[in-house]
């Protein structure tokens, strides 16, 4: 069995540690051969590709990034290019394609699914953001980092009597801010789930000054989150990706200038950017993508064809490919109280 392996997308902490178990898997229990394909489906279109073996992915285990490359390239802009992919994929003898990526990625692994390619789709984002998956890789890191970047924020805005805005990512999906914005004490949150109010959030900071408090806030925000008046988000220029989305970012500024207007307080915002995609995942991180490894090479022993690696709890299971992609997940409204009650 000859099986071809990419990563598409955003990166994520977490990449190599998959490629490590699914490769180690496969070649230990299955005799599996292994290509890797370069820089996401750019690679397959291309016919870029290396050879993947126990030695080259032995000690990759806690590497950032992937040692494939990623892109945002999109084949379904033009169905000769997934004609191409079809034919590169047949012209190297690949019995069966394993995808690792978020949404977009696994959209296409879908269509190829849909046109009786063999396809199995493994999850990464550290959006956390895919249905029918608990948890996907690079979360638990991102999280990690953005929890110590407000840690430290405390202490310089403790420092200043300052109020500082921390803008995180997830697009339009709130985990890293809501799992931020509880580990680390922040007096407010705000998700792309739920409008904020003006009043509601200036209340909060302000609650935090005066005799007894401690005369400095914390607010984390999500780059997708939306303040009630507002009736776009908030872009850094106009362009889009491959996939039709835009690129978030800028509200933390926009939330901070707001914040020192109203309530005459000083403040600062921190967006923490794609810091939360680099270095080395977290050893939850690395448990959980050597998991999906070892169980996507266990999928295509089974004939999972047209199928994700997914966990729910603590346990791995197959499920549809399309499940994954035809919606978000986001926060649900059970989060809410949680916040109301952490909040300033
Ligand atoms: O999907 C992962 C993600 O990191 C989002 O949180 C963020 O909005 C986006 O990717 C950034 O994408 P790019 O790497 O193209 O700037």
Redesign the pocket.
């Given at each position: 069995m000859r099986v071809g392996v990419l990563t598409g997308?955003?990166?994520?902490p977490g990449l190599n540690a998959t490629l490590r178990g699914l490769v180690l898997a496969g070649v230990k229990k299955y005799g599996y051969e292994y290509i890797g394909f370069l820089d996401g489906w750019a690679g397959p279109i291309e016919n870029r590709f290396i050879p993947l073996d126990v030695d080259t992915v032995k000690s990759i285990y806690n590497d950032g990034g992937t040692m494939l490359g990623s892109s945002?390239t999109n084949p379904l802009k033009d169905p000769k290019l997934v004609d191409q992919i079809k034919e590169n994929l047949e012209v190297n003898n690949i019995d069966v394609l394993v995808a690792i990526g978020?949404d977009d990625t696994l959209g296409v692994a879908t269509k190829l699914a849909h046109m009786d390619f063999k396809t199995i789709g493994v999850p990464k984002?550290?959006?956390n953001?895919l249905s029918a998956t608990d948890f996907t890789p690079g979360f638990d890191t991102?999280v990690s980092i953005a929890t110590e970047a407000v840690d430290r924020l405390h202490t310089t805005a403790k420092s200043h009597h300052r109020a500082v805005v921390v803008e995180v990512?997830?697009?339009h999906s709130g985990w890293?801010a809501l799992h931020t914005g509880i580990a680390g004490g922040a007096d407010y949150t705000m998700l792309p789930e739920v409008e904020t109010n003006v009043a509601d959030l200036c209340a909060a900071v302000q609650h935090e000054y005066g005799e007894g408090r401690k005369n400095y806030a914390i607010v984390v925000v999500s780059?997708?989150a939306r303040l009630a008046h507002q009736d776009e988000l908030v872009l850094q220029d106009d362009s889009r990706?491959a996939f039709g989305?835009v690129?978030?970012?800028g509200i933390g500024e926009a939330v901070a200038s707001l914040i020192e207007k109203e309530t005459g307080i000083e403040t600062r915002s921190v967006m923490l950017?794609?810091t939360?995609?680099g270095g080395a995942p977290t050893a939850r991180d690395r448990v959980l993508s050597t998991r999906y490894g070892i169980f996507a090479a266990d999928m295509i022993h089974e004939e999972r064809f047209g199928q994700m690696a997914a966990i729910r709890g603590d346990t791995l299971l197959p499920v549809p490919l399309a499940d994954a992609t035809t919606q978000n997940k986001t926060v649900g409204s059970e989060w809410y109280p949680v916040l109301e009650v952490l909040k300033a």
């Open positions: 997308g955003g990166d994520c945002r978020g984002t550290i959006d953001d991102a990512m997830g697009r890293i780059e997708g990706d989305h690129k978030l970012g950017g794609h939360q995609r």
